[in-house]
């Protein structure tokens, strides 16, 4: 099957935005389903709902371009509930794999949320943490399972998990899923499944290699695209400052030190290094920051995102690998301490903040040898960012504030010391002729 990239990226038609106007009993969802969109306060379906929801109950496969901030989530999570709660055979029959742990446990989460009027078993396993719980939820047998590839792959390889009876497979944020070098293991994967199932496809952009895969995991698929592969919100207020790399740390500090409105603040480093070393000089200057990359245990990121979402961190300092798994409301300004060098990554970044209609700001440090990223990025969004120039420069080295003392003189004509070895380095002394 080939698939036309030119189609993944068109913008919605004025009949599919009309669409949008449906209500979630419009969308064919059962009346638990719906009552629990309401206790989340959800009005009406996004694009991007209105588009999936209907094409994923009547069992079709479905390509979806979508950012991240969309509802997509909600998209594969409602037709899915509604489809096991038709039965209540006690095995896997969904798999949801995903490319991150946080991404995972948000997906847990809206499983939790949306099915809580329905009695559907659903679990959630990732590395980075013991699998002792895991193994428990397992034995529970649920209907609906949540994955990363390594873990999947693990726990299958133990015999503790089975996907022989899968009928719904739903792979999210594909292109992540290929960026962070996952292809052999979702082939893998796939390779396990039945051949008999239906299979919802999600990217935030369709890059050649995911158009690629797509072709070879869906079948006459519904193609879905509601936004162009990589566009930026506009209710977000962009900017770039021209600054030298050994100052970003006191640019940093002096915009979250006069900025009083900046109360949840996301942090975008290239390095975990780098992320850990600005998270400690934040800290110092008293404000409240942690960090959160691939080398912190799980418990430490589920910390970290916790105290981020419930306002005792002001400041989270990030490295990609979580850019798609932080789902937090109300983050007020999106800081790129370090410019990606892949465009791409610039759009998943920024989308942190000015969700849902809501306001935000995204401001970028570029120093000199990040300009060429800079001009990649605004060829892709096809917009140039404002930019200013910083007049903050790099703190000082520390200069000791005495100088050494100077080497006392020495006499010439003194006769050297003689130095007085340790008696256990002395050569021993024998008298006569040794034997």
Not at 310 to 338: E, M, P, Q
Request: hydrophobic fraction near 40%.
């Amino acid at each position: 099957m080939s698939i036309d990239i030119a189609a993944q990226v068109a913008v919605p038609t004025q009949e599919a935005r009309q669409v949008c106007a449906l209500s979630f009993a419009d969308l064919g969802l059962a009346p638990p389903l719906v009552r629990a969109t309401l206790d989340e306060s959800y009005s009406s379906p996004s694009p991007v709902q209105s588009e999936v929801v209907p094409h994923a109950l009547a069992g079709r496969d479905v390509l979806a371009c979508a950012q991240t901030g969309t509802g997509k989530t909600a998209a594969f999570v409602l037709p899915i509930l509604q489809m096991l709660s038709k039965t209540n055979e006690a095995t896997i029959r969904a798999l949801v794999l995903t490319p991150t742990r946080e991404l995972a446990a948000q997906i847990k989460e809206r499983a939790d949320a949306y099915g809580r009027h329905l009695n559907v078993g659903h679990a959630v396993i990732y590395g980075g943490v013991s699998q002792y719980r895991q193994e428990k939820a397992l034995r529970e047998r649920p209907s609906l399972l949540i994955a990363t590839p390594g873990r999947l792959l693990d726990l299958i390889g133990q015999r503790l998990v089975s996907l022989r009876d899968v009928t719904h497979f739903v792979l999210d944020e594909a292109d992540r899923m290929l960026d962070m070098g996952f292809i052999h293991d979702v082939r893998r994967i796939v390779a396990m499944l039945p051949q008999n199932r239906q299979t919802l496809f999600f990217s935030a952009t369709m890059a050649p290699e995911v158009v690629k895969l797509a072709s070879t995991l869906l079948k006459n698929p519904v193609r879905v695209s509601i936004t162009p592969a990589v566009t930026t919100a506009p209710t977000i207020d962009q900017s770039v400052i021209f600054v030298t790399k050994p100052a970003k740390k006191a640019l940093l500090q002096s915009i979250l030190e006069e900025d009083a409105t900046a109360e949840r603040v996301l942090v975008f480093t290239r390095t975990k290094v780098g992320a850990n070393r600005l998270s400690e000089r934040l800290e110092r200057a008293g404000i409240r920051t942690a960090a959160i990359h691939g080398n912190k245990t799980q418990g430490a990121r589920e910390r970290a995102l916790a105290g981020f979402k419930n306002g005792l961190t002001r400041v989270l300092v990030a490295t990609d690998i979580a850019a798609r798994g932080i789902d937090v409301d109300g983050v007020s300004l999106v800081v790129n301490f370090d410019i990606p060098n892949e465009p791409e990554s610039y759009v998943h970044r920024i989308g942190r903040t000015g969700r849902a209609g809501a306001s935000g700001r995204a401001i970028s440090f570029c120093d000199p040898d990040e300009r060429s990223f800079l001009a990649d990025i605004e060829r892709l969004i096809k917009t140039r960012i404002p930019s200013t120039k910083s007049d903050i420069v790099a703190e000082p080295l520390a200069i000791a504030s005495q100088p050494p003392p100077p080497a006392p003189l020495r006499d010439a004509t003194a006769k050297p010391e003689q130095q007085r070895m340790p008696r256990r380095f002395r050569p021993r002394r024998y008298r006569g002729v040794r034997a």
